[in-house]
């Protein structure tokens, strides 16, 4: 063991023995504060007396369980507040979890609920839903939700199949989504009949899709009607589509960013207002359920198709932009280049190929629409306005980062969906390219967006970014040239 690691290992067991501390002086002082608000309302309403159990009478059976009918903590939870767990703690036993082992039935589910039979089982931490799991706790708070609510997820079962692929053995090449999310409640049925509480964390369906842009292309005679693909003269589309919730391998993401495991695991504690204290004190659970967004995957064209390399397949990885891909906020290219990524798409399905659209919620770079929206107002009030070569330089000041959207975990949901190459990936990105060769994906042909599909008021980022890496078939700009290069001014706005 060299010295760093044993001084992470050491500042790992001070942060243990704390947290344990700081749990039995928490647990003290809630049972305390649940005493005195059941002993007021046995004063207040004596017909409707609240059951107290004493620490040592809370077992599995009552950990989750109501014990009473009111709509306090205590009739959802146990009297005593579990903050986290140890390994080898009495009743603790994990539900044994391989990644990426072959066999899904010896790989294991993913658990991480805290239900009555399954809190002593998980083998996860975190809970199901992703950045919804806030709301759900929220619903079970005022009593919209039974906190021991179970699914039915008869009929529920993918619309069309993936899988399973090579790439879904190989630990290394999927760390971030599970790869058998989207059948869970199929191959573990039994578990979950037995008492489990497994969830998918991937949904498979189909659907149409329309947009104003894909009607006007079929007005101008630029996409063909098929009904098949376009499905009629309005430019409905028929899709696969997938919705993935986030599902790291902490080992597996540590690795790819080049990190020790200890290290993520204490800055994403540390760094989120100490978020989920197992991620400190259970070294022995190894996926984490981050609650962040998620991923959406539309298809056009046969899924079959895509992890097929003798067909042709199109691809746009697209990073939400809420104000332009929703509202049509023109200081970027984000709906322009996706209207076209999913234009090509179309074009390439129709042509016996297969096109596909990975959308991440990563929101301004994964920075934020409110930072996003304070950069906006900086680049704007500068002095000498909103120009191409400070463009980055904003950012920076305000977020300490120019990107935090980290390419390295997006290739996973490529391998997920076992594509073997790109012909056309719809994009300049250098990061998404360089992330998606570099996990063994080759990309045959990279596609910038049109000039004339550029708003004037996104010169200044398609611009810088060229500049910063860009993939182009065009000029590349001197400093000098993207000191030229002016957006908007705020009374250009206000007209």
């Given at each position: 063991?060299?010295?760093?690691?044993?001084?992470?290992?050491?500042?790992?067991?001070?942060?243990?023995?704390?947290?344990?501390?700081?749990?039995?002086?928490?647990?003290?002082?809630?049972?305390?504060?649940?005493?005195?608000?059941?002993?007021?309302?046995?004063?207040?309403?004596?017909?409707?007396?609240?059951?107290?159990?004493?620490?040592?009478?809370?077992?599995?059976?009552?950990?989750?369980?109501p014990?009473?009918?009111?709509?306090?903590?205590?009739?959802?939870?146990?009297?005593?507040?579990?903050?986290?767990?140890?390994?080898?703690?009495?009743?603790?036993?994990?539900?044994?979890?391989?990644?990426?082992?072959?066999?899904?039935?010896?790989?294991?589910?993913?658990?991480?609920?805290?239900?009555?039979?399954?809190i002593?089982k998980?083998?996860?931490i975190?809970?199901?839903?992703?950045?919804?799991?806030?709301?759900?706790?929220?619903?079970?708070?005022?009593?919209?939700?039974?906190?021991?609510?179970?699914?039915?997820?008869?009929?529920?079962?993918?619309?069309?199949?993936?899988?399973?692929?090579?790439?879904?053995?190989?630990?290394?090449?999927?760390?971030?989504?599970?790869?058998?999310?989207?059948?869970?409640?199929?191959?573990?049925?039994?578990?979950?009949?037995?008492?489990?509480?497994?969830?998918?964390?991937?949904?498979?369906?189909?659907?149409?899709?329309?947009?104003?842009?894909?009607?006007?292309?079929?007005?101008?005679?630029?996409?063909?009607?098929?009904g098949?693909?376009?499905?009629?003269?309005?430019?409905?589309?028929?899709?696969?589509?997938?919705?993935?919730?986030?599902?790291?391998?902490?080992?597996?993401?540590?690795?790819r960013?080049?990190?020790?495991?200890?290290?993520?695991?204490?800055?994403?504690?540390?760094?989120?207002?100490g978020?989920?204290?197992?991620?400190?004190?259970?070294?022995?659970?190894?996926?984490?359920?981050?609650?962040?967004?998620?991923?959406?995957?539309?298809?056009?064209?046969?899924?079959?198709y895509?992890?097929d390399?003798?067909?042709?397949?199109?691809?746009?990885?697209?990073?939400?932009?809420?104000?332009?891909?929703?509202?049509?906020?023109?200081?970027?290219?984000?709906?322009?280049?996706?209207?076209?990524?999913?234009?090509?798409?179309?074009?390439?399905?129709?042509?016996?190929?297969?096109?596909?659209?990975?959308?991440?919620?990563?929101?301004?770079?994964?920075?934020?629409?409110?930072?996003?929206?304070?950069?906006?107002?900086?680049?704007?009030?500068?002095?000498?306005?909103?120009?191409?070569?400070?463009?980055?330089l904003?950012?920076?000041?305000?977020?300490?980062?120019?990107?935090?959207?980290?390419?390295?975990l997006?290739?996973?949901?490529?391998?997920?969906?076992?594509?073997?190459?790109?012909?056309?990936?719809?994009?300049?990105?250098?990061?998404?390219?360089?992330?998606?060769?570099?996990?063994?994906?080759?990309?045959?042909?990279?596609?910038?967006?049109?000039?004339?599909?550029?708003?004037?008021?996104?010169?200044?980022?398609?611009?810088?970014?060229?500049?910063?890496?860009?993939?182009?078939?065009?000029?590349?700009?001197?400093?000098?040239?993207?000191?030229e290069?002016?957006?908007r001014?705020?009374?250009?706005?206000?007209?």
């Amino acid at each position: 063991m060299t010295v760093p690691d044993e001084q992470v290992l050491k500042q790992l067991l001070t942060t243990v023995e704390a947290l344990r501390t700081d749990q039995q002086h928490l647990s003290a002082q809630v049972e305390q504060m649940i005493h005195n608000s059941t002993e007021e309302s046995k004063t207040s309403a004596p017909s409707s007396p609240t059951t107290i159990l004493s620490p040592a009478s809370v077992t599995a059976k009552s950990v989750s369980k109501p014990v009473s009918t009111s709509s306090t903590s205590a009739s959802l939870y146990p009297q005593r507040v579990i903050l986290t767990s140890y390994p080898h703690q009495h009743g603790i036993h994990p539900i044994n979890l391989n990644w990426g082992n072959k066999d899904p039935k010896e790989r294991g589910p993913v658990v991480a609920s805290r239900h009555a039979d399954s809190i002593k089982k998980r083998n996860a931490i975190g809970a199901y839903g992703g950045s919804y799991c806030v709301y759900r706790a929220l619903a079970v708070a005022i009593g919209d939700l039974p906190n021991e609510h179970r699914p039915n997820f008869d009929m529920t079962e993918p619309a069309f199949k993936i899988g399973p692929h090579p790439s879904w053995t190989d630990p290394t090449k999927i760390v971030s989504l599970d790869p058998y999310g989207h059948v869970a409640p199929q191959v573990y049925k039994e578990e979950y009949d037995n008492g489990l509480d497994v969830r998918p964390t991937i949904a498979v369906t189909k659907a149409h899709m329309t947009m104003v842009e894909m009607e006007n292309l079929v007005k101008e005679g630029k996409l063909k009607i098929d009904g098949k693909i376009v499905v009629n003269d309005r430019g409905d589309l028929a899709v696969s589509k997938a919705a993935v919730e986030p599902v790291w391998y902490l080992p597996g993401v540590a690795e790819r960013f080049g990190i020790e495991e200890g290290l993520l695991r204490r800055a994403l504690f540390e760094d989120t207002g100490g978020m989920y204290p197992e991620l400190i004190t259970r070294p022995d659970l190894k996926v984490f359920l981050p609650p962040i967004g998620g991923i959406s995957v539309y298809v056009f064209g046969d899924p079959a198709y895509i992890s097929d390399p003798e067909k042709k397949l199109t691809l746009r990885v697209h990073d939400e932009c809420n104000g332009s891909d929703v509202f049509g906020s023109d200081i970027c290219t984000c709906r322009p280049y996706l209207i076209y990524g999913i234009e090509e798409c179309v074009k390439q399905a129709q042509e016996g190929g297969v096109g596909v659209i990975v959308y991440f919620r990563k929101e301004g770079r994964a920075l934020g629409e409110v930072t996003k929206y304070l950069v906006y107002n900086a680049r704007k009030r500068q002095a000498g306005g909103d120009t191409a070569d400070h463009y980055f330089l904003r950012t920076e000041c305000i977020a300490g980062v120019k990107d935090m959207r980290f390419q390295a975990l997006m290739p996973d949901v490529l391998h997920w969906l076992g594509i073997q190459k790109i012909d056309r990936m719809m994009s300049m990105s250098n990061m998404k390219h360089d992330a998606i060769v570099g996990a063994g994906i080759p990309i045959i042909e990279r596609v910038p967006i049109p000039d004339e599909m550029i708003p004037e008021d996104s010169r200044v980022e398609i611009d810088a970014k060229i500049a910063s890496g860009y993939f182009t078939t065009g000029e590349v700009m001197d400093e000098k040239q993207l000191h030229e290069v002016k957006g908007r001014d705020w009374e250009d706005i206000e007209h």
